[in-house]
C-alpha cells in the first residue's frame, strides 16, 4: 500500500511538472505489477534533474535580462529628466488599456505624482498635478497597432485621451503614451 503511494505521488508530481510547461521526456515507464529496478528509477529522476537544470537556467537568463532592462530605463528616464524645453516643464506617461500607469514609465518634472484613469471604453484621463500644460504641446503615440488614440482636450493639468479600434472606429481600451512639454 505505502509503495501505492508514493508511485502515486510521483506521478502527481510529474504532472505538476508537465502543468508548468516543463518539457521532460522520461526515459522509463513502469506498469502495474512490474518490478521497477534502481537504475531505470535513477534514470528517471536524472531526466527531471536535467529540465529541472535547465528551467532554473532559463529563469536566471530572464531575471538578469529584467535587470539589465531596470538599469536601461533608470539611465533612459534619467536622460529624458535632463530634456530642456522653454519653460523647464516635461512629463510622459504609458498608460495601460486599464488604465493603470506602467511601473516606472511616468515622469512629471515638478516631483509631482501622475495619475491616470479610465472612465468609460476607450475614454481615459491623465494628470500631471505639477505642470501647467495650458500653451503647452501634448502627444500621443498609440501602443497598439489596432488602436489610434487622440487628445479629446487638455486643461492646465489634465488629458482626456480617447481611444478607438481602427477597424470599426468604436471606442475600445488600448494603450497609449502621453508627452507633454511647456
Request: hydrophobic share 45%; charged share 15%; proline share 3%.
Amino acid at each position: 500500500m505505502l509503495q501505492k503511494t508514493k508511485y502515486t505521488l510521483f506521478g502527481i508530481f510529474l504532472a505538476a511538472l508537465g502543468l508548468w510547461g516543463l518539457a521532460v521526456t522520461i526515459p522509463n515507464s513502469f506498469s502495474s505489477g512490474e518490478v521497477v529496478s534502481a537504475a531505470k528509477m535513477n534514470q528517471n529522476f536524472q531526466a527531471l534533474k536535467a529540465a529541472v537544470d535547465t528551467l532554473e537556467s532559463k529563469v536566471g537568463a530572464l531575471e538578469t535580462d529584467n535587470a539589465d532592462l531596470k538599469d536601461k530605463l533608470s539611465a533612459l528616464q534619467a536622460g529624458m529628466k535632463a530634456v530642456a524645453s522653454k519653460t523647464g516643464q516635461f512629463g510622459y506617461a504609458l498608460v495601460n488599456a486599464d488604465g493603470t500607469l506602467w511601473p516606472d514609465a511616468n515622469f512629471d518634472s515638478s516631483g509631482s505624482a501622475v495619475t491616470s484613469s479610465k472612465s468609460a471604453t476607450g475614454l481615459y484621463f491623465v494628470t500631471f498635478p505639477g505642470l501647467d500644460l495650458m500653451r503647452g504641446t501634448v502627444m500621443i503615440t498609440d501602443a497598439d497597432p489596432m488602436s489610434r488614440c487622440t487628445i479629446g482636450f487638455w486643461n492646465q493639468t489634465q488629458v482626456s485621451v480617447e481611444c478607438y479600434d481602427v477597424a470599426t472606429g468604436n471606442p475600445v481600451d488600448a494603450a497609449f503614451t502621453v508627452l507633454v512639454v511647456k
